[in-house]
């Protein structure tokens, strides 16, 4: 639940559009995935010029989880 | 923006109607009076007094949205530090201080860079030009700390490739680490340095002239 909660955190902080982000979570044994929605102009704003702004986001979410023992991986559609 | 047209008995009235549907204070909004309202006689024939009330943008500085985003942000990565923040010469400066530092600082500074650079969209977010504010932010004087580290390397690094005649390649760096080795070795009349690859795996070759 915490994960997802950053990642919504951050994306909506990010976005045009925070209403309609849209964070699920999927969990197996032994990792939880995230997928990051956003609305369609917002996709630029979230993953960035050869993706610098996803991996940024992708760091924090996995300082996030090190306390999860579990692989956190986050999905952006 | 946040405006109401409000008529009443008196222009008082209205204002104190209006104040209260907004939710504001007197000090927090502008008035116009559309029209003053008169009484009439015998209660007949008065007008009603009609004012706008318009709440006054509320520009939440910079430096408080980067605290606040910071803060935010440490909160839900489930770490407990304090953040202390400052204008530095046009810079927004912000401080991390307690014991989850680590946590934030993260493998060669790895996270603390991400903490920053998203803390730089957040705040500039459809800015341009004069109102673009940089973030920089520090913890323990991690920044510090580990230019002195890359100025210790590069140079013994630069004094092994003149001992052994032969190239020393570095480990990746971001670009803000790259440009400290460069400028440390640019004034060794003996050494090159070159950076060669593609970020994120862009590193550094330090060569005997």
Same mark, same amino acid.
């Given at each position: 639940?915490?994960?997802?909660?950053?990642?919504?955190?951050?994306?909506?902080?990010?976005?045009?559009?925070?209403?309609?982000?849209?964070?699920?979570?999927?969990?197996?044994?032994?990792?939880?995935?995230?997928?990051?929605?956003?609305?369609?102009?917002?996709?630029? +704003?979230?993953?960035?010029?050869?993706? @610098?702004?996803?991996?940024?986001? @992708?760091?924090?979410? @996995?300082?996030?989880?090190?306390?999860?023992? +579990? @692989?956190?991986?986050?999905?952006?559609? | 923006?946040?405006?109401?047209?409000?008529?009443?008995?008196?222009?008082?009235?209205?204002?104190?109607?209006?104040?209260?549907?907004?939710?504001?204070?007197?000090?927090?909004?502008?008035?116009?009076?559309?029209?003053e309202g008169?009484?009439?006689?015998?209660?007949?024939?008065?007008?009603?007094?009609?004012?706008?009330?318009?709440?006054?943008?509320?520009?939440?500085?910079?430096?408080?949205?980067?605290?606040?985003?910071?803060d935010g942000?440490?909160?839900?990565?489930?770490?407990?530090?304090?953040?202390?923040?400052?204008?530095?010469?046009?810079?927004?400066?912000?401080?991390?201080?307690?014991?989850?530092?680590?946590?934030?600082?993260?493998?060669?500074?790895?996270?603390?860079?991400?903490?920053?650079?998203?803390?730089n969209l957040?705040?500039?977010?459809?800015?341009?030009?004069?109102?673009?504010?940089?973030?920089?932010?520090?913890?323990?004087?991690?920044?510090?700390?580990?230019?002195?580290?890359?100025?210790?390397?590069?140079?013994?690094?630069?004094?092994?490739?003149?001992?052994?005649?032969?190239?020393?390649?570095?480990?990746?760096?971001?670009?803000?680490?790259?440009?400290?080795?460069?400028?440390?070795?640019?004034?060794?009349?003996?050494?090159?340095?070159?950076?060669?690859?593609?970020?994120?795996?862009?590193?550094?070759?330090?060569?005997?002239?």
């Amino acid at each position: 639940m915490l994960m997802k909660e950053l990642l919504e955190y951050v994306a909506k902080s990010l976005v045009s559009s925070p209403e309609d982000v849209v964070v699920t979570q999927t969990e197996t044994d032994a990792s939880i995935v995230l997928n990051l929605h956003v609305a369609q102009g917002d996709m630029g +704003k979230v993953i960035g010029k050869q993706g @610098r702004i996803a991996k940024a986001i @992708r760091a924090v979410v @996995r300082a996030g989880s090190a306390r999860e023992n +579990k @692989r956190v991986i986050v999905d952006i559609d | 923006m946040n405006q109401i047209k409000i008529s009443a008995k008196t222009v008082d009235e209205a204002i104190r109607n209006a104040l209260d549907e907004l939710g504001e204070t007197l000090d927090n909004v502008t008035i116009d009076i559309v029209e003053e309202g008169t009484k009439g006689l015998f209660g007949l024939g008065g007008k009603e007094a009609v004012v706008i009330v318009t709440a006054k943008e509320k520009e939440e500085s910079q430096i408080q949205l980067a605290k606040s985003f910071v803060d935010g942000l440490i909160d839900k990565m489930g770490l407990i530090c304090e953040t202390e923040v400052s204008d530095d010469e046009g810079f927004i400066k912000i401080i991390i201080t307690g014991s989850d530092v680590g946590g934030i600082i993260g493998r060669r500074g790895e996270t603390l860079d991400a903490v920053q650079y998203l803390t730089n969209l957040y705040v500039n977010k459809g800015k341009h030009g004069e109102t673009y504010k940089r973030v920089l932010i520090d913890s323990e004087n991690y920044r510090a700390k580990r230019e002195a580290t890359l100025v210790r390397l590069a140079n013994s690094m630069a004094a092994k490739a003149l001992k052994n005649h032969r190239d020393m390649m570095l480990e990746p760096m971001n670009p803000y680490e790259r440009r400290i080795i460069h400028s440390t070795l640019q004034s060794n009349s003996k050494i090159i340095t070159r950076s060669v690859g593609e970020d994120p795996n862009r590193k550094i070759i330090i060569s005997p002239k």
